[in-house]
């Protein structure tokens, strides 16, 4: 079953996940609500639209399966690092391909994600009084890299006219002169809000950090998934003469492959690159060497026509929400496939907005609480879906809004006549 047809691949294809031990559809009472498994919802699991963690809900590439499928056939499954040069080359020709940037091979380090990189990257680098910078809203997994380092974190809210996103340098220049502020943990692109950063905006934020003697890590996970005919410029390569600046990437997120938890992290510094390899646990997943590498060798054709779809999908809640909440804010993202949507004009007042939406609509769905701060009002949805489930989860969203908004006029009313 390659999921594809002609030579398209089906992304309209609904794929049972149940009993795979998914995140996405095991594991939402305990992240998102701090709850067990005995929590009861008025909807059967199966019977939720899944909108919160960041993974798809299409196949893997037939690619990359079929280059695991291969590297079972060779039956062990021993220790393994990466060793063969061909994962390097693989990896370089794809940041020339879509980047046109190229670092030395001995820079390339591997983690089991990009998270854990996060957590030791700002242990090596952070003294036990320093501190991390963010911009907020944030994933809130760079909040946890501080808090797992038990470092102070310092966020720098972005600036939000209507629903546009924009970094307010003043602020994070004034916190990154703060001489206990020791990494920037930056997001290129941005998730929550999507934003591809401009070359000014990134040559800002490295020159403020840079200056203020910081290092970067610039975490480029969502890089490939872009609008199409968006383009993303890595940090990094705008800065050739600092080695301070640590990116990280991975085709985890661009191919639907997070659970084989496997990322590049490009350090370019020797110091730091040599407390990586003394302290990393090296050895590494033999079938995710063989699915990231087959990635890279073999994903473009998925991701273009993966990128076509998503940009129907957002096209799809842009006009959606036009007819049927009007008065959200949203733009279409230039990156990611997550939508970031402001319904402070229809959200009830007061209740936490992912299990208002889990009771009352049956949908899963992530919020701005959720991002460390400056998100109010927000909700965040997963794209990457069906057209036929995002038409079904903008449907229960939008009802149960409308809904509750007729409800609070009527009560209202009730109030102005009694
Ligand atoms: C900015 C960013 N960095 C790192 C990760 C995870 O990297 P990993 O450890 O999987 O290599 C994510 C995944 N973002 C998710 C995952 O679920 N919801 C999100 O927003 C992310 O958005």
Redesign the pocket.
């Known amino acids: 079953n390659t999921n594809k047809i002609d030579n398209s691949y089906n992304f309209d294809e609904i794929i049972d996940r149940t009993g795979t031990n998914a995140m996405n559809t095991d594991g939402f009472r305990q992240y998102i609500f701090n709850a067990t498994s005995e929590m009861k919802f008025p909807f059967k699991d199966e019977e939720f639209i899944r909108m919160w963690?960041?993974d798809m809900e299409f196949a893997t590439p037939p690619e990359i399966l079929d280059a695991v499928r291969e590297r079972l056939d060779r039956r062990i499954m021993g220790y393994s690092q990466v060793f063969d040069p061909s994962y390097y080359e693989a990896v370089a020709s794809w940041m020339k391909r879509y980047y046109d940037w190229s670092f030395p091979k001995e820079h390339l380090e591997t983690s089991n994600?990009?998270?854990?990189a996060l957590y030791e990257l700002v242990e090596y680098i952070c003294q036990p009084d320093e501190k991390v910078l963010i911009l907020t809203p944030s994933?809130g997994?760079f909040k946890s890299a501080a808090d797992h380092n038990q470092l102070e974190l310092v966020c720098s809210d972005m600036l939000n006219e209507e629903g546009h996103y924009t970094i307010d340098f003043d602020d994070f220049e004034a916190k990154a002169r703060d001489e206990k502020v020791r990494v920037c943990i930056f997001?290129n692109p941005h998730?929550p809000s999507g934003r591809i950063w401009s070359t000014e905006e990134l040559k800002r934020v490295g020159e403020i950090c840079l200056n203020n003697e910081l290092w970067i890590i610039s975490?480029e996970?969502?890089c490939d998934l872009l609008r199409t005919g968006k383009t993303h410029t890595p940090l990094a390569k705008l800065f050739p003469d600092t080695d301070r600046i640590i990116t990280c990437m991975?085709p985890?997120?661009t191919f639907n492959m997070?659970g084989l938890m496997f990322?590049n992290v490009i350090i370019p510094n020797k110091a730091l690159r040599e407390i990586w390899q003394a302290r990393h646990y090296g050895f590494k997943n033999p079938l995710s060497i063989a699915a990231t590498q087959a990635a890279y060798e073999h994903g473009d054709e998925w991701l273009r026509q993966l990128k076509l779809y998503l940009d129907d999908n957002f096209a799809y809640v842009d006009d959606f929400l036009k007819i049927h909440l009007p008065l959200a804010v949203f733009h279409i993202p230039e990156a990611t496939y997550l939508a970031w949507i402001d319904i402070t004009p229809y959200a009830p007042k007061n209740v936490n907005l992912p299990l208002f939406f889990a009771e009352q609509a049956g949908v899963l769905l992530e919020d701005g609480g959720m991002f460390v701060s400056n998100g109010e009002g927000c909700i965040r949805l997963n794209l990457a879906c069906p057209r036929s489930v995002l038409k079904e989860g903008l449907g229960r969203i939008s009802r149960v809004l409308v809904d509750q908004q007729t409800e609070q006029k009527q009560a209202q009313e009730e109030l102005a006549h009694a």
């Open positions: 963690i960041a994600g990009i998270i854990p994933y997994f997001c998730n975490d996970i969502h991975s985890s997120k997070a990322s």
